[in-house]
């Protein structure tokens, strides 16, 4: 079998004396598409950001592609990882924020070629190439000089996505990508995350869009209060949850 | 004024017939008169005491282009712009060593601050002046070793690098807490996109925070400049030819104390005016980004009242070139 893209094993996370993560197991093949589904405050984006450790986890063990996040085991005992490395891991790892999060003082453009440029050394050119064909990818190929503010919130989340690909990466995670939107504008975002997911993009999403989920997903979790209650084929999930407080969530969700 | 730059749509059953343009009668406004009224007899007032006073405008009209003055109004530009390039550079750097997780750092910039904004600035022009007395010679070496470079002070500390060093090291001090600010003010958000981008932490603050940070931190920073501008008058004590040293120098011999005050006062005032209009524009450039269109600069406002003025441009073709569009908040969002 091949080496999982992401595999997390028991992973605690507290901040302070609030147990946010109380034992996470997954496990994300690559091309696998995993939403991840569960009431506010139950842990969702402390997970995706322990993935590429925004967050330092307290206990358990996390792997992206066969290699621990964050450390480096040697002679039985972890050692921290330096910035530089811990930096090149996450520049291996796309990440799609709620509130988009683009910078608002450059150009759409220049906000996808930025991290290509000063992260990868890329040359100006060929970043640019490539920036131009992903907006155009999205669909905003003739909007590439526009400030984000002047862009509408569902073209900002495309060109948030746009941003992440052009580092070119191996794991894709979408924090609740468009919980930020208004219902019109959800579709050419979730359009966009479904042909991502066609091409064999490995991704974690973190959604309330049960359609997508059903559609796209390969596997769904779901969590309530730092553990994984459920998880399994999205159909099933859905369809015939097993357990008392899945059937809750999804009765108020569906 | 108002202009449409396309007509909208019109709904079935209503004519296109612009009704008659209002004609109110205006609210009148009699308090604008009476204190209008008021500032008058004070100025006349004012103009009064002068004119009857042995002031004589012939002296400060002889002396406002004299070649010492004007020597000295550039010294004064000179270390108003070096004492400020010192003081956000060193600021900068204070501010993110503030913010930085080393605890180190953080106490050592806390302790400048502490230290530099809580002693007098003319007291401190004071204390490099004549630091001399207590160090006669400065080296620097390799501490237990016998290489070392010497020097004297005295040659070493000119007047002018006794006023930039009192002036930069002051003003670093407030630089710090302004930058903070504007750092602190940029969402955090920004921050995490940037590290999940796998940017370093001196790229995330160079190309993300801080360009950000400047729409905060600029408009004090003009204020800052325009105050040095005039604190700079207290590198006289320690013999800097600036303006204030040499207005002063030359009414020692001429007794013409208050023309020449109003002599380098005018200079001050010519000054500082400039520098706010530098400030407007400045403050206008690092706005880009976060407001959707940039009101029009006084010259392109003066340019479209002659153009309106000459000819009324025909309706819906007044975009003028160099002014952003204003953009709608919700663009129609283009097809997948
Ligand atoms: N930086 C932090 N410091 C302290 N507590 C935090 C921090 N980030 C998150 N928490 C806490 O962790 C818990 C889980 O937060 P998290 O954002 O992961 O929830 P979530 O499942 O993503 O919820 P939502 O659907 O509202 O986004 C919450 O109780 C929150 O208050
Ligand atoms: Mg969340």
Redesign the interface.
Known sequence: MATPMVRAEAVHKNFGRNEVLRGIDIEVAPREVMCIIGPSGSGKSTFLRCI?H?EKIDAGRLWVDGELVGYREHGGRLHELP??EV?????????V?Q?F??????TALENVI??PI??KKEAAAVATERGRALLDRV??G??LDA??????G??QQRV?IA??LA?QPKLMLFDEPTSAL?PE?VG?VL??MRDLAHEGMTMIVVTHEMGFAREVGDSLVFMDSGVIVEAGNPRDVIGNPQEQRTKDFLSKVL | MTEFSADPPVPPGSTRVRPEAIRAVPLRHPWRWVSAVLVLIVLGAVVDTFATSSLHWSVVGQYIFDARILQAAVVTLYLTAIAMVVGVGLGILLAVMRLSPNRVMAWVSWLYIWFFRGTPVLVQIFFWWNINTILPYLSIGIPFTHVMVQASTNTLITPLLAAILGLGLNEAAYMAEIVRAGIISVDQGQTEAAHALGMRRSLVMRRIVLPQAMRVIVPPTGNETISMLKTTSLASIATVHELFFVQQDISNFNYRIIELVIVASVWYLAMSSVLTVFQYYIERHFARGSVRGLPPTPIQRLRRMLFQFHAAPPFGSAAEPGVEPWLPPTMPHSGM
Do not use: T
């Open positions: 590429n925004l910035d530089r930096c090149h891991k996450r520049s291996e790892i796309g990440m924020f509130g999060n683009l910078f608002p003082h450059m930025e991290a000063k992260v669909g905003l003739d909007r400030h984000p503010r002047q862009l509408s569902g073209q948030a941003r992440a580092m208004d504008l050419d359009n966009v």
